[in-house]
């Protein structure tokens, strides 16, 4: 009976899950961010709205710092409903980075992205630097950096996009030469932005973070199983109400009957009828992400929950070397575990 369903309280993650997803080209587009920076004079860095927490990643505070930040929370309208609890959020959010900077956007609110030229605006203005300002947008894989240059393009100097967008990480692989998004005094002169790869965090300290960073979109959809993904969604879709999920299936805790359900409704059947639970957890995902199941942000956003989570990470050390190490150490507890258990 509805009225007696329990959510589960915790989500019993898998320690098999993969902790990593530090790719070749995060490595060289960070280390080619870092050469660059001397002639940066504004650093946006991105992180998604849904995991304000767990999309921050070290190694930027580490190699870009001595430049002034701005830090953009991408995605909101993917994790807000505008309501009383979002603004509770957001100045909790904004209280984390005081004095620093910190806007929210939805890349296609006009509003927000006024707001957020408005800022490079009056930044180049008091570095009297109109001539010229060049600024870096940076992030976690999928953010949402391409898109937030070409809606900064569309609304600074009214032109069409310039940067490769998708559903996917790893659109952008290497460092784009600079792209106006502000006209200056003087012909050719302006505000430039210059787009860079997606850089993913080393080493993820808990397997519940990778679980929500997957769900996001910002590892490949290959890495973790898409089921696995479904069962931790279902796990917050229940904590907010089931009711979100009310035309597949009553409230459940069993994502194989969710996504059996959800298969049969959306007729994702494979030969003799036999529902096709990948099929069906890999729409589900997409679902959620494009905010068609439920718009709720991921992290618990609580006063002094940055802090916490800093020192967290660095109980973990936070070199690529040490995170490399630890992977590694991983891996083996997992292979002899998979052995033992005779899987
Ligand atoms: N709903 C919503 N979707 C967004 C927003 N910003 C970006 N997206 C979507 O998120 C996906 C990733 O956007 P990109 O701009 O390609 O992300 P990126 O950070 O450049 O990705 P990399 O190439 O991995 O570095 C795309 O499908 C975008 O349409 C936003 O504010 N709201």
């Known amino acids: 009976m509805a009225s007696s369903f ?48 767990s999309s921050q990643n070290p190694l930027f505070e580490a190699s ?25 959020r957001e100045e909790i959010i904004r209280h984390w980075h005081a004095p620093s900077p910190v806007l929210f956007s939805n890349h296609r609110d006009k509003k927000d992205i006024q707001r957020i030229l408005n800022f490079a605006k ?10 010229g300002m060049r600024m870096l947008v940076v992030g976690m894989p999928n953010v949402g ?10 609304v600074g100097v009214g032109k069409g996009k310039a940067a490769y967008t998708g559903a996917q990480p790893g659109i952008t692989r290497k460092i784009t030469t600079g792209v106006k998004i502000a006209e200056g005094v003087e012909e050719g ?27 996001c979109g910002s590892v490949k959809d290959t890495i973790i199983p898409p089921t696995t993904l479904v069962d931790y969604l279902l796990y917050h879709l229940n904590q907010h109400s089931p009711q979100l999920y009310a035309t597949y299936n009553p409230p459940t805790n069993e994502v ?7 298969a049969r409704k959306t007729g994702r059947l494979q030969k003799g009828g036999v529902p096709d639970l990948e099929g069906a957890a ?13 718009r709720f942000v991921l992290d618990e956003v609580v006063e002094g929950g940055l802090e916490g989570r800093k020192r967290e990470e660095e109980g973990f050390g936070g070199s690529v070397n040490q995170a490399r190490k630890m992977e590694k150490e991983g891996e083996k507890l997992r292979a002899r575990a998979r052995h033992l258990g005779g899987g």
């Open 6 to 53: 329990i959510p589960r309280a915790v989500f019993p993650y898998l320690d098999s899950l993969p902790r990593s997803y530090f790719l070749g080209h995060h490595a060289s587009g960070l280390s080619k961010m870092k050469t660059m920076l001397s002639s940066i004079d504004l650093v946006i860095e991105c992180r998604d709205y849904r995991v304000p927490l």
């Open 64 to 88: 870009l710092s001595g430049r002034q930040r701005l830090i953009v929370y991408t995605k909101r309208d993917l994790g807000s409903m505008c309501g009383e609890e979002d603004r509770q």
């Open 122 to 131: 009056s930044h180049a203005l008091h570095k009297n630097s109109l001539t």
């Open 145 to 154: 950096k391409s898109s937030l240059l070409n809606a900064l393009r569309k």
């Open 189 to 215: 002169e302006g505000i430039y932005l210059v787009d860079t790869p997606g850089v993913f965090v080393p080493y993820v300290p808990n397997a519940e973070s990778m679980l929500k960073l997957a769900l």
């Open 256 to 262: 194989s009957e969710f996504l059996e359900a959800v």
């Open 282 to 294: 890999l729409w589900v995902v997409q679902r959620w992400r494009e905010g068609l199941l439920g």
